[in-house]
Structure formats: structure tokens, C-alpha cells
């Protein structure tokens, strides 16, 4: 039974995981005409991390097979958030308060086409890890059954 | 096990036990499928029951070195699901080999063998409830 409810852990790192990047995304898309934030700038577009999650304390058995146990496994998590380095869109709009002395705006190096794709993506993969835990749930649910005839 | 149980109650556990670590490891390629770097993990065990069986080639591996990979126990309830890490492919520029239609696929394969082998396992028990039954 613990095992089954590692399972269910491991899947719910993986929406954890997958609900962060979608903030992420809309934050993305709502700052993408920001021309002004606290650390001054235009907003920079930012992506999430991913890292698998295993604890190493429990030791890796087996050594030439590269056996793993799987009380080791913790799932996904996301170990960072980063700043996209691309350079800004350059947009001519003279009449811009942030615009420079030839009329340019340097607007955010977020691409909303892309961030589309990003939040299907982050979409899909969170419905997958719903369908883990459904898995999950029928192994426990014909755990249970045994015995009963 | 031994005398009044048959082999059934040996083997269907650990067939049991090989499906929910499956399970497991299915689960954790699904969490990580768009990890960067993350390689597939897959589950070894009717491999090695079949090995267990006698259902193998019944020769020996030659061994100079402690380490060399061996046969593994010959006795079938010993025989255990072993995970290994697929680390020699990648499917996307990031170096991930999860695909996730194919761990989906697994994953409800596997489910309804588990559903099976419970059934078994039920159906076993219930044989032998038949029996002590017939004796009172």
C-alpha cells in the first residue's frame, strides 16, 4: 500500500510540477507588453526548470545493472526559475513613453505563439500525470479486491 | 512454500509486486517526461521468472570477475523486478527519451495485467476456500 501511495506522490510532483510552469506561461503572456518592472527594463520571458527528484541517501543497489530501488523515487520538481537572455523586441513607436531618442521601444522577448505551445504542452503533460493517479487508483482498488472472490 | 500451497502463491505476489513497481516507474517517466537530461527507466521481471522457470537457455555464464553479470536465482519466489535506466537514447534535442504515448500505453497495459493477476490471486484463494469447505 505505501508503494501505492509513493506512486500517487510521484504523480502529483508531476502536476505540481506542470500547475508552476502554467503560472509561469500566464505570467509570461500577461507581462508581454511590460515595458516597465521593479528591477527596471522591459519584463525578460521566463521558463521553468525541471529536475528529477531521487534521494540519493537510499543508495544506488546493484551497481553494474544500475539497479534502483523504488523507494528512491520522489518524481519531478521544479529546481529553478529562469530569465530568458534573449535580446528585446525593438518596436518603432515614437509616441511611447519608454520609447529612446529614435523612437524605438525595447518591448518584452516574450513570443505569445510560442507560449500558446507551451501552455498545451504544460496542459498535456498535467492530464498525463492525471491519468497516472487513475492508473494508480485501479491498482489499489484491485489490490483491495483480492480475497473477496 | 511448501506441501498444501502450490507455487501460484509464490509466483502471483511477486508478479503483483513487479506490476506496482512498473506502475511506479511508469509514473515517474510520466512526471518526468520534459525533464531535461531525464532517461527512461523500465522494469525487468517476466525476463527473469521465465529464467526462474527454466523457460531460458539452461546455460551457465562463464564468470572470471566477481562483477560479471550472473544468472539469476533459480528459485521463482526469489525472483524480483529489477529497474534499469534506458541511458543510451534520446528522442528530444534536450536529451530526454521519454515518449509519452508509449509510457501511456505501458501504463494501461499494465494496469489490466495487475487487474488480472489480482484476479488470479482471488481465484487461487478461492479454490482453496472451496476445498477446506468440502472438508467440514
Redesign the interface.
Known sequence: ML??F??MN??A??MT?QRMRLDVIADNIANAETTRTPEGGPYRRKNV????VLDKAMGIR?????????DQ?G??HVQSIVEDQRPFKMVYDPSHPDANEEGYVQMPNVNVLREMIDLI?AQ??YE??V??IN??K??AS??L????? | MSGLFNSNFGTLPAA?DA???R??????N???????G?KR?EVDFEHYLQQAMGEGDDLELKKTEE?H?QKYSSNIQDVQA????V?DTRITNDGNNVD?DQ??AL??A??IR??TL??L??LT??RYNTVLKGVR
Open positions: 508503494d501505492i509513493s506512486t510521484i504523480s510532483s508531476g510540477a526548470v525541471f529536475q528529477e546493484g551497481g553494474v545493472n544500475n539497479t534502483l530501488s523504488t523515487l518524481g519531478v504542452n498535456r503533460s498525463a500525470n491519468s497516472s492508473a494508480t485501479a491498482f484491485a489490490a479486491g483480492i480475497g473477496r472472490g | 503483483l506490476a506496482s513497481t506502475n511506479t516507474i511508469i509514473a515517474q510520466i512526471a518526468n517526461a520534459e525533464t531535461p531525464y527507466k562483477r553479470f529489477r529497474v534499469r535506466t541511458s509519452i509510457q501511456e501504463m494501461a499494465n494496469t495487475y487487474q489480482s484476479r490471486m482471488s484463494i478461492a
